[in-house]
């Protein structure tokens, strides 16, 4: 009996020496020019650009499949910061893709709701709760503003109001200007 259970922890000990050093052996690494696209990328998720999300299209610029001013939620400050990144031209945000709006949340007239889960499944955040025929509420500060949810609505009740300025949202909007010492 304990010469079996000597056999199996010696069995354990090579398996597991195995399978680290596997690990590192073969260990695959992101690509770090991607992290840093979809750093910049808004993460709404709303496939706009072309791509069914943020990392895809991140994946695509890094490999040169996509242009840099596919994301209409990013808008003309994403599309700046991702030429700086990769030391491309500036290019306008492109009309096909849509246009630059203001950020804005879901909301969803809870009277009228028939709780048919359609929004639900048209969430790519998850920011709808909600059962099938009970009402569906937005989770504000989990939606995106992605618009993905109103189409699917078979009764119109949701709708996206724009995001107030507050002092927590509010952000500079003029270039900022480095200073350097003359030396």
Same mark, same amino acid.
């Given at each position: 009996m304990?010469?079996?259970?000597?056999?199996?922890?010696?069995?354990?000990?090579?398996l597991?020496a195995?399978?680290?050093f596997? /690990?590192?052996?073969?260990?695959?690494?992101g690509?770090?020019?991607?992290?840093?696209?979809?750093?910049?990328?808004?993460?709404?998720?709303?496939?706009?650009? %072309?791509?069914?999300g943020?990392?895809?299209y991140?994946?695509?610029?890094?490999?040169?499949?996509?242009?840099?001013?596919q994301?209409?939620? %990013?808008?003309e400050? %994403?599309?700046?910061?991702?030429?700086?990144?990769?030391?491309?031209e500036?290019?306008p945000?492109?009309a096909?893709?849509?246009?630059e709006?203001?950020?804005?949340?879901?909301?969803?007239?809870?009277?009228v709701?028939i709780?048919?889960?359609?929004?639900?499944?048209?969430?790519p955040?998850?920011?709808i709760v909600?059962? /099938?025929k009970?009402?569906h509420?937005?989770?504000?500060p989990?939606?995106? %503003?992605?618009?993905l949810?109103?189409?699917?609505c078979p009764?119109?009740?949701i709708?996206?109001?724009?995001?107030?300025?507050?002092?927590q949202?509010?952000?500079w909007?003029?270039?900022?200007?480095?200073?350097?010492?003359?030396?």
């Open positions: 304990l010469s079996a259970l000597l056999v199996m922890a010696a069995i354990a000990v090579v597991g195995a399978l680290g596997a /690990a590192i052996r073969f260990r695959v690494e690509d770090p020019l991607v992290d840093k696209i979809d750093a910049i990328l808004p993460q709404t998720q709303c496939g706009q650009c %072309g791509y069914p943020c990392k895809p991140a994946q695509a610029i890094a490999q040169g499949e996509a242009d840099i001013n994301c209409p939620p %990013g808008g400050e %994403g599309v700046r910061k991702l030429a700086d990144l990769l030391g491309r500036f290019k945000l492109s096909e893709h849509g246009e709006k203001p950020k804005a949340v879901a909301y969803i007239d809870e009277n709701c709780g048919c889960t359609l929004c639900l499944q048209a969430c955040v998850d920011a909600g059962a /099938a009970q009402m509420t937005v989770v504000d989990l939606c995106t %503003g992605c618009e949810c109103v189409a699917p009764v119109d009740c709708y996206m109001e724009p995001v107030r300025e507050t002092v949202t509010w952000r909007k003029y270039p900022v200007v480095e200073i350097r010492k003359a030396a």
